[in-house]
């Protein structure tokens, strides 16, 4: 039995997989690993990076060329 997602989940992500990054800059704007481990203040700035996807709509589709890739993301 497939869970339901949750409200705020858009349908776009329901059965997919990504490579993707969640990176803190610093106030300087520099990457910083450290603030994202320690994420509890506004210090830093977040930012949600998805370089490639792997699985769409339950359907592998890595073997599709890049720029078919990038065009669901």
């Known amino acids: 039995m497939q869970e339901e997602a949750p409200a705020s ?5 329901i059965d997919t997989v990504l490579d993707d990054a ?3 800059l ?3 704007g ?3 690993f450290n603030l994202v481990q ?12 998805a370089f490639d996807i792997f699985v769409h ?7 599709l060329p ?3 890739r990038r065009e669901i993301l």
């Open 9 to 13: 989940v858009p349908c776009c992500f």
């Open 66 to 68: 890049l720029s078919k």
């Open 26 to 28: 610093s106030p300087d």
């Open 38 to 49: 320690n994420f509890k203040s506004a210090q830093a700035l977040t930012h949600y990076y």
């Open 22 to 24: 969640l990176v803190a």
């Open 30 to 32: 520099r990457p910083n």
């Open 57 to 63: 709509k339950n359907k592998d589709v890595p073997q």
